[in-house]
């Protein structure tokens, strides 16, 4: 999704910016641009596709001394991926980038075009700019009309503005969009998330909603709630792999266990990041989330359910948002996230806050919006997940859904010792169960190649496979453009099964440990209106016109693990067959930052 990026000091503004918009690439974009004031002069490129297009644009350009630039990766709302409607979005003397959505640009672009302004884009930003320079008109301070202008603008944003007429400043304004300023020997940078921060400052100021004000080269020091930021630049590395999805999916036994560390243990269960009584008094949960996210959350409302006997409800963010849900002073909301910005579940959350709720976000991002607005928070610590497509970071999710239901199971006086020793040596055995084989992934290689025509997926399963089901159809969508759904197996009579002919493949989810003989009955009546049958399960399965058989397992999580690892490989198998770009998926972003 869009990224942002500014710099004040001495060195080469262009490269620092560039380098900055590489950090941020991984999160989806389609056109990128900067503008970069220096010596009194205001220069920008823009380029439609990747960084590279643009850099080819401004090689021969060079800015020495003192000066400030901005810069954007964007992905496109309002308006196609050209050239004009990249940003930064231009006016006669000022530039600026933004992220979100100004929700009353139509209005502000009408009065504004009655004034005689004539615009160059589709966006909703260059009204940002053009407003800015409409009430230049009427003030000769700079800081005064861009301030006026923040106090015009609706809707979600995280801006940064440039102009010949303040030469030495970075105007900026948050509010609902992530914007980070920091501090290092080099000058004062701007980014919408630490990676590009991270190597060129050592102090940042994570900038809260409301903020509105700017910036030169000394005034960062005025700030308040300056934190350190670590200086080790984590870079993820394919490592020999094809794309990085695929380098996730390897490594997720590695992170799995990392996501134990500390935590689980043969004497109990310790979640150290929360007080002892933060569950105090709880008797219900409400899971919020986007995407694969979602579907972590309805995992794990089966976990918890099933063992800690908590109530719990999971809603779709950007549902939840507008629902005008009833909650309960006694209902923990918990909000869970990758990236930690997600724009519909960040405000989901504060709603929740809003309305009393204790809130605990599950995140794979220190420091992210989502984990800073809530009360707990527990990292998933999957580590930088490149892949636009979520792999290594839903299985955290899960794995942390698990180690809070035996947490509150325990609590809550439903697992004893035993209990809770044979839920971790459970985790243990299913975390082993995701480490990939190399045979199988041959045999998901070879598979693959079956299933790129026909006229759509099922992924069907019961109970916690429903949602794995569900993430298994979304991983072969992001990454193949193929047509999958899931859905409960149980469910298929009801309407689905009106689809089945050959040409619709369905992938079976059979666990030996949960509701197997109940699924079997599900994929047969699949089977007799010839639906073409994959079926992944530990054994033979003889209505299935192709087997992906996982290790035999001791209970139904390990074969949950195990599955989710074939569901991936196989919709990467495919969407590579298919030519596509795997990590960066057309249409699609990392972290969605809009509403
Ligand atoms: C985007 C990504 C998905 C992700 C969802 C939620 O749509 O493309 O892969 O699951 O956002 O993101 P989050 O960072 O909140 O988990």
Redesign the pocket.
Known sequence: MCGIVGYIGNNEKKEILINGLKELEYR?YDSAGIAILSEGELKTFKAVGKICNLENKCMDFTSRGFGLGIGHTRWATHGKPTEANAHPQIAEFSNVVHNGIIENYQEIKKDLQQKGHQFLSQTDTEVIVRLFEEYLKNTDDVWVAFEHMVASLRGAYAILLISIKAPDKIFYAKNGSPLIVGKGKDGVYFASSDTPLVGCVDRVVYLEDGACGYMDKDRFDTLTHIKPLAHNKIYAQKEGFRYFMEKEIYEQHKVLLETMMGRVSQEGIFLESLPSDFFDGIDMITIC??????HAGMSGKYLLERLARLKTNVAIASEFRYADCVMGKSELFIA???????AD?LEALKLAKKKGLKTLAIC?VDNSS?VRESDGAILTRAGIEKG???TK?FATQVMVLWILSVYLSHHRGYADTKTIKSQVASMLKATKATEVNATLHERLKRLSKRYLHGHGFFFIGRDIFYPLALEGALKLK?ISYLHAEGYASGEMKHGPIALADSLLFTVALLPKHLLYEKIKSNVEELGARDATICAICSEDFESADDMVYINPADDYMEEFFSMMVVLQLLALEIAIKMGNDVDMPRN?????TVE
Do not use: D, P, R
């Open positions: 989806g989330a986007c995407g694969t996210s979602y869970i996230s990758q990236s930690g910005e997600t579940t794979n989502i636009v497509a979520s970071a992001e699609l972003a990392k972290s969605v």
